[in-house]
């Protein structure tokens, strides 16, 4: 066949001039199409850019549409060799094995795409399971049965944590797999998790606080620290570095020091009007490079747990006063749970089931409030 535009000799059955990139009509009359996620290509200049799909992102916006992650590679002479390079981007420049690839094969190719869009500490944790599953990286995925995926992960994760993100990167390169027809995607479904042995952490009484703002009052400049993330709802992490700057004493607010999610690094801190003056106070200790606390984490602690014992608390970690937050937002002020979630940063309400803890008194009072009807 002859191709119309540029005239040279083509297969009779291309859908492009493999020379010039014309797009040529098919046996019945209409053009053949690209189906959808097989990439596109474009002119940019004098050249061709290959450019492909590779997954989706929520919006802040929950209102509007996801938005696409794209890969592109440009370059190319011709239409037809962007096209054509679409596949092996698709693959993050892995070429697609004849036979089923190793599990290996998948997890290069997942840490290429989505992996990079997830948090510092979540592509830490998945980076920790993958190295627990060393044991089958180089098994070729089509061998791998739901007994050798629960045999492993019980192995190489006896604890409920690191077992759940085992599972989680398994389901996640058993999709991959199952998109190429190499796996089943479900398989991973069946790994049991060990049981989850958390001890419920403890929010400081009312004896406590009221002891440890005694402790600052007298001087005590180290009672700031479970203070200020008691009334705050902070993580230990946000605490350690928060600056000067981050403070806006007028608006009641600290930004800019949000981890770990999206909400919490989107959302503001609010400051109760009953910590504005220790917040003051703080500001004007602060450290000369703009830190509020010296930013070592080992003198940090050392200081918040020293301040407990100056205060005559119990040993309760960091977290216990995040606990204690919500705990008296939402049993002792009984605020409503969608506000307890704005104020705590939270995702959904569901968090309140871990972190608020209701003593017997609650529940009796609770109790004593249904009456009879009339």
């Not at 479970?226 to 403070?247: D, F, N, R, S």
């Not at 004007?284 to 200081?303: E, L, P």
């Not at 407990?308 to 605020?335: D, N």
Request: with cysteine; net charge positive; proline share 6%.
């Amino acid at each position: 066949m002859i191709c119309p535009k540029c005239t040279r000799e083509i297969p009779d059955d291309a859908v492009l001039c493999c020379y010039c990139g014309r797009r040529l009509t098919a046996a019945g009359g209409a053009p053949k199409r690209r189906g959808n996620g097989q990439g596109t290509a474009f002119r940019r200049g004098r050249t061709w850019s290959a450019q492909v799909v590779v997954g989706y992102r929520l919006p802040d916006d929950p209102a509007k549409k996801p938005i696409s992650i794209k890969r592109t590679k440009g370059g190319f002479r011709t239409k037809a060799e962007a096209l054509a390079a679409c596949p092996l981007l698709l693959s993050g420049g892995i070429e697609r094995p004849q036979q089923a690839p190793r599990l290996s094969w998948y997890w290069d190719a997942y840490t290429r795409a989505e992996y990079q869009q997830l948090s510092k500490s979540k592509q830490t944790a998945y980076r920790i399971a993958w190295g627990k599953l060393s044991r089958i990286h180089d098994a070729r995925i089509d061998t791998l049965t739901a007994s050798i995926l629960r045999d492993t992960v019980a192995e190489a994760a006896p604890t409920y944590y690191t077992a759940k993100d085992c599972k989680t990167v398994l389901t996640i390169l058993f999709n991959l797999a199952a998109a190429d027809r190499y796996a089943d995607k479900d398989t991973p479904s069946f790994i049991t998790l060990p049981q989850l042995q958390e001890k419920e952490r403890q929010p400081f009484t009312v004896e406590e606080q009221t002891a440890l703002w005694r402790l600052y009052e007298s001087g005590d400049i180290r009672a700031a620290i479970p203070l200020l993330m008691i009334y705050t709802g902070m993580m230990p992490g946000e605490a350690q570095a928060l600056k000067v700057e981050h403070i806006d004493l007028q608006a009641h607010t600290i930004t800019g020091v949000g981890m770990k999610t999206a909400v919490r690094r989107s959302a503001p801190i609010v400051l109760p009007e009953a910590i504005l003056p220790l917040v003051g106070d703080l500001i004007d200790r602060a450290q000369a490079s703009g830190y509020i606390w010296c930013h070592n984490t080992d003198v940090f602690y050392a200081d918040y747990y020293a301040a407990l014992e100056a205060a005559g608390c119990r040993r309760l970690t960091p977290y216990s006063c995040r606990h204690t937050t919500a705990t008296a937002l939402a049993i002792t002020e009984g605020i409503a749970p969608q506000t307890v979630r704005k104020y705590m940063r939270w995702s959904t309400t569901k968090m309140l089931d871990r972190y608020a803890h209701p003593q017997t008194a609650d529940v009796q009072e609770a109790a004593s409030a249904l009456k009879r009807p009339v």
